[in-house]
């Protein structure tokens, strides 16, 4: 099977903007879908693809837009659905570089089920999921990941539903690569997107985005200055699990299986729980991790290597098949089995 394997820095050399449309972004003003496809366009000259080999695949809410804005190959496709259609075109053309651009509600709602089995099947896709607690495109809804409690026009009494963890989710349902960024934190996010596109495998990454429409300042634990300062974790790998400023630091201990929250300066350096992004069993318990009882993690919770991809494993068999049993043939097959005229 091709693959593509693109090198960054090398030939064809890009720039941002040969990856910007020339449609006019639709997105309320301050909408925080702006900072994430400009980093988004930043971000694909380093990846060294050629843009004829790059499909951007989205569904349906204010995130789906996506692919108009992105000069290269595109569908927007039908709500909740595209896992599916990046599925078979995965399957049609494995060589493709295809990304998925979701929403909470989009993906985590009519399209929970597809967004679980393309994540179980590890297909050679990645997933980006704008997460803004709201239902935006429909003016104002609760959506999976709206907090308990939540009063919105679809929940004026509050939300009874318990939230969804994007990120749970996808650990759970097996994705290989997990990540977590904030679209008002432009370096990381950068980062972060470069990282889950090189990943081989099903890659998904939740991006905290701000409707600041219907749902403004949802994230503000890690907006505000002071707030973010006392609750953002950045994930290293090999490195102890530690926030906060430099006179105050905080770190992360396991009791068993407990997360516990320590003064560094009241522990030895080697009783801090260090991150492993290998072990999917601690990167599920620190997805479950959330203010004010914890910090908020964001960086790469999960990165697991090896292993075929959906696309290899069905491939193979299609290929084992034609050389067991010949070429098929589709006209023959048809008029095959308890078939007849009719005179």
């Known amino acids: 099977m091709s693959t593509v394997t693109g090198t960054p820095g090398a030939a064809p050399k890009y720039t941002k903007k040969d990856f910007e449309s020339d449609q006019d972004v639709r997105w309320c003003p301050g909408c925080g879908d702006y900072a994430i496809l400009s980093a988004m366009q930043k971000t694909m000259p380093e990846l060294g693809i050629p843009k004829e080999n790059i499909v951007f695949i989205s569904g349906i809410g204010c995130s789906s837009r996506f692919p108009y804005y992105m000069?290269?190959?595109?569908?927007?496709?039908?709500?909740?659905?595209?896992?599916?259609?990046?599925?078979?075109?995965?399957l049609a053309r494995p060589e493709l570089?295809?990304?998925?651009?979701?929403?909470?509600?989009?993906?985590?709602?009519?399209?929970?089920?597809h967004l679980l089995h393309v994540l179980r099947r590890n297909v050679n896709v990645t997933i980006l999921l704008f997460n803004n607690r709201i239902y935006g495109l429909t003016k104002g809804q609760y959506s999976p990941t709206s907090e308990l409690g939540k009063v919105t026009k679809s929940t004026p009494l509050g939300s009874a539903d318990r939230p969804v963890s994007p990120c749970v989710f996808a650990l759970a349902a097996g994705a290989t690569f997990v990540a977590r960024t904030v679209d008002r934190s432009i370096g990381h996010m950068e980062e972060t997107l470069k990282r889950a596109a090189a990943h081989t495998g099903a890659a998904f990454v939740e991006i905290l985005q701000n409707c600041n429409v219907y749902n403004d300042l949802a994230w503000n634990a890690l907006y505000d200055k002071e707030s973010k300062a006392q609750f953002e974790c950045r994930l290293a790998h090999g490195k102890p699990i530690t926030w906060g400023p430099a006179d105050d630091r905080r770190g992360l201990m396991l009791d068993r299986l407990k997360p516990k929250v320590v003064k560094v300066a009241d522990v030895a350096q080697s009783a801090l729980w260090v991150h492993d992004e290998t072990d999917r069993a601690t990167a599920t318990l620190?997805?479950?991790?959330?203010?004010?009882?914890?910090?908020?993690?964001?960086?790469?919770?999960?990165?697991?290597?090896?292993?075929?991809t959906y696309e290899e494993i069905v491939i193979r068999q299609e290929q084992k098949a034609i050389s067991d049993r010949g070429p098929g043939d589709v006209a023959k097959l048809l008029v095959s089995g308890e078939t007849w005229k009719i005179g």
């Not at 570089?97 to 089920?113: A, M, P, Y």
């Not at 991790?289 to 075929?308: C, N």
């Open 286 to 308: 620190l997805a479950q991790l959330w203010a004010p009882e914890y910090p908020i993690p964001v960086g790469t919770l999960l990165a697991e290597g090896g292993g075929a």
């Open 97 to 113: 570089k295809v990304f998925i651009i979701t929403g909470d509600g989009d993906g985590l709602s009519i399209g929970g089920n």
């Open 71 to 90: 000069n290269t190959y595109g569908f927007h496709t039908i709500h909740g659905r595209a896992p599916a259609l990046a599925t078979g075109l995965k």
